[in-house]
Structure formats: C-alpha cells, structure tokens
C-alpha cells in the first residue's frame, strides 16, 4: 500500500486541522491548542472504509420496502436506564461512545453491562488499556458474580485488539478507552488527535464489518468535550456522556447523539458499593433533603426527554455591602436569571439592584428550560419577601420580558407528576388551565403574569 509521510497541525480543543501552526483555532476560538502530529496516510483511509454498510449488505443496492427491520433486533442490557438511553437496547454492529469526566463510572457502568449479557450467555470481550486484569477482578468483585462468557484483555494496540475480537467472535466490545490505544499507522501519540481518529476509524470498520457492537470510552478535557471530539463524534452512531457532581453521589447518562432513538432521554444512576443501582424516580430522589417551611425554597417541574423531573430551586436574596452586588447562579443559566431579576424590578417594583442574589438548583441538576423561569421567579419573591411557599406547591411556566407568564410545553405530564408526588398545588401558566381540564386532588392555580403570583402565595 503506498503511503505519504506528512505532519500537521491538530487543535487539540477540537480537532481542527492545519498545514501551519496557529496562536488560535479559527473554529473554537481555543488558544494555543495546536500541536505539531506526524501522521502517515495510507491511501485507502480507514474512515471512507468504515463508512460501508453493514455485514453483507456492503455495496449492494436495496430497494428501501424490502429491507426488514426485524433484521436488526434490539439487544437489552439488563439496565433499564442505560436502555432508554440508548433507544431500547443495543443495536448490533453500532458504535456507542461513553463520554465523562474521570472517575465519573464510565468503566464500573460498562462492566455491569458485561455482567449482565455475559449473564445471558452472550460474549463479552472487556479490553482496556488503563487498568490491569487485577484491578478489573477487583472492580468485579465488588459487583458480584460474573459468567464465564465474559472475556478480558489488557492491551493498547490496536492491531491486537483486532486479532482478539477475530479470535474470540464476541457480540460486544468494550474499549477502555480510546485515547489509550494506537494504531501502529500512525506515528502520534496515544490520545493525540490523528491518533483517536484513526484508532475509531478502525473500530468503525470492525463494528460494520462483523456486526459487533462497540462500546468506547472517551474521557473528556476540562472543557467538557471528548479529545477530538469533533471527529469522534460524528463518526460513532451514539454519544452518551455520563456527567454529575463527583462529590454527589447520582450520575446522569445523556445521549447527545442517538441514529437509532431520541437524543433528550437521560438514565439516572446512584454510585453505591456495589457499583451503579438505577434510579428510576428522580423526581423523589432530588426532592430528598428538601428544607421544610424555608423562604426561597420552590419546587420546579423540568423536563428530561419524555420525563418529568421535580426540582427544588433555591434563592438566596439579602443585602450587599459589595458596589457591585453579587450574583452566584449554580444549575441555571446566570443570564436568564439576571433577566428575571429585571423583569422583577421592573413589572414588580421588586427592588434587588443593592442586594446580592444567590440562585442554586439542588442536587446539582441543571436546568436550562424556559419552564423554570416562574420557578426561580417565585423562589427569588420568596426570599426577597421573606414568604414561604407551601411544601406543596409546583411551579413552572416561562416569564416574558413584559413579566407575561407563557405555555411550555408537556404541561399535563408535569401536573401529573405533581401529583403522583403528593403535591396538592401547581402554579402554571393561565393558558394551561383550560387544555388540562380538572385534576383530581390538584388545585390548578393559573397566572397570566408575575403580579398575579402575588395572588397564591401571601
Ligand atoms: P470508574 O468506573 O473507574 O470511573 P471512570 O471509568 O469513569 O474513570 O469509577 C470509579 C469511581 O467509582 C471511584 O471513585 C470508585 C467509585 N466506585 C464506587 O463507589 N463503588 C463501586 O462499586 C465501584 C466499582 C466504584
Ligand atoms: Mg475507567
């Protein structure tokens, strides 16, 4: 094969390539993220290659009625939240990328998802490239008991990652983790750009040529983004990144590419002893610890893909002795809520420009719908008024700049929510109140704009 020895320049931010060297990425706008990686092309690149289709389909022309979808059936993984994330299941032959901080339980979730299709007499074959076959036995130790169908390999070379998966002819893979492995075609380093790109190039090819389904880890920067995430990511056919507080102890998984299902789903998970237990009603999960009888302290409905999420929202308003008051907002975006706090003085005659304004959303969930607004709004009037809201009480609807209350959207899934909770009130835009109809053991409290919130809560 003829091969051309070249070198460029990667910014390592987000995979931009150039001839030349530059102080700042045109694309990200990252300083001094590029770095000088001798690549070695070979002519036929393994990503036009990997782009074929899958197991004996390469090539060939289909008239669209007569491909049958039960062709491709959907593999469950025995984690009810890994499975809504993922669409339903494991498609065979696709390519899944796990993304997420250190120590976050990329690894501990991918074994679980080992043990439970080995379980099923299912082949496994674990490959990783950051810890010993120890300290996985250690790690699975902790989980349980594990079948004899699950196979591991410690190993960074790609080419006998290959041969392995050839050997063993399993039905799942996992890479732990891409930027330790490397592919002898290239000269980079492992984790450099050039060098995860063709190393999922690669695998690509792998998952679409045997129809094996490959599960990749992929840590990401301080930024919050995969080593080159631009080529990874639209390489694979599914994204999930695993985010949370790493002091909390529950840890969201959510798809941000999905070719086979919705991509605003999340999977909530809870790190415990014997590695990741699911948690299938957040709602009572973040509401735990709530303070009772607290000025500042809401209840918000947000929406997570097709589910309703209660959060508390909490507001912290006092006086400042700064010249420029302070305003700390954790889980919410700190221009929406500076919005807010003028729509307040403004429509409310709420004066808060010498106070400092804190706003935080428990649990370190975020929440960056509009459908917060009158959370935060109410919460904010609660503690600058010094009013408690009833333990009770929802709210959620979006504030206008004219402090008009306007519809969101799911509005009767969130109400139901309220209630299955045990929630007896919910604050919501007046529009939603004819739509919704009656609610058995709800009072439906509809408000036009924010003065008229002033009506429900003295
Ligand atoms: P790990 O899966 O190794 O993270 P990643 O692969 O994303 O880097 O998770 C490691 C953390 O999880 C570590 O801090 C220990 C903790 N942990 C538990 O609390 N309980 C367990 O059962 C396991 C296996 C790990
Ligand atoms: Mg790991």
Redesign the pocket.
């Known amino acids: 094969m003829a091969k051309g020895k070249s070198s460029v320049f990667f910014c390592q931010n987000c995979g931009y390539e150039s001839a030349k060297w530059m102080g700042q990425c045109p694309v990200c706008r990252e300083w001094n993220t590029f770095a000088e990686e001798p690549v070695t092309k070979s002519v036929k690149s393994s990503r036009a290659a990997g782009n074929r289709g899958a197991a004996g389909t390469s090539g060939r022309v289909q008239q669209l009625n007569t491909i049958d979808l039960k062709d491709t059936p959907r593999e469950g993984t025995g984690i009810g939240e890994l499975d809504r994330v993922l669409g339903g299941g494991i498609v065979p032959g696709s390519l899944v990328l796990v993304g997420?901080d250190?120590?976050?339980?990329?690894?501990?979730l991918l074994l679980q998802v080992c043990r439970n299709l080995a379980g099923r007499e299912q082949k496994v074959l674990y490959v990783s490239g950051e810890e010993s076959l120890q300290q996985i036995r250690m790690?699975a130790d902790?989980?349980g008991q594990f079948a004899d169908s699950l196979y591991l390999l410690c190993e960074t070379d790609l080419e006998r990652v290959r041969e392995a998966i050839e050997e063993t002819k399993p039905s799942v893979v996992i890479i732990d983790s891409i930027q330790t492995m490397f592919n002898e075609a290239v000269s980079s380093a492992p984790g450099s750009v050039s060098q995860v790109r063709e190393t999922t190039g690669v695998l690509l090819q792998i998952a679409k040529g045997s129809g094996v389904t490959i599960f990749i880890?992929g840590h990401v920067t301080k930024e919050g983004v995969v080593a080159g995430p631009r080529v990874l990511e639209h390489m694979v056919d599914t994204v999930l990144y695993f985010e949370g507080d790493r002091n909390a102890s529950y840890r969201i998984l959510r798809s941000v590419k999905n070719r086979f299902g919705s991509t605003n789903e999340i999977g909530v998970f809870e790190?415990?002893?014997?590695?990741l237990r699911e948690v299938p009603n957040p709602s009572e999960y973040m509401l735990e610890g709530k303070p009772e009888n607290a000025s500042g302290s809401v209840v918000a409905c947000a929406m997570e893909g097709t589910r309703p999420v209660l959060i508390e929202v909490q507001a912290l308003v006092g006086r400042s002795s700064l010249a420029y008051p302070r305003r700390t907002v954790e889980g919410a975006d700190i221009n929406r809520v500076n919005l807010l706090l003028a729509v307040l003085e403004k429509r409310m005659g709420l004066l808060l420009s010498s106070s400092d304004v804190y706003v935080n959303i428990a649990g370190g969930m975020r929440m960056r719908e509009p459908a917060a607004d009158l959370g935060i709004v109410l919460a904010l009037i609660s503690s600058a008024r010094d009013i408690v809201i009833s333990d009770r009480t929802i709210a959620f609807g979006e504030v206008g700049l004219s402090g008009e209350v306007r519809s969101v959207s799911m509005a009767k899934q969130r109400v139901l929510e309220a209630r299955r909770l045990g929630f007896d009130t919910v604050i919501l835009p007046q529009s939603h109140c004819r739509t919704i109809g009656a609610v058995e053991g709800i009072r439906l409290c509809g408000v036009r704009s924010v003065r008229d919130l002033m009506t429900y809560i003295r």
């Open positions: 997420g250190p120590g976050i339980g990329k690894s501990t790690r902790r989980m880890v790190m415990c002893g014997e590695g």
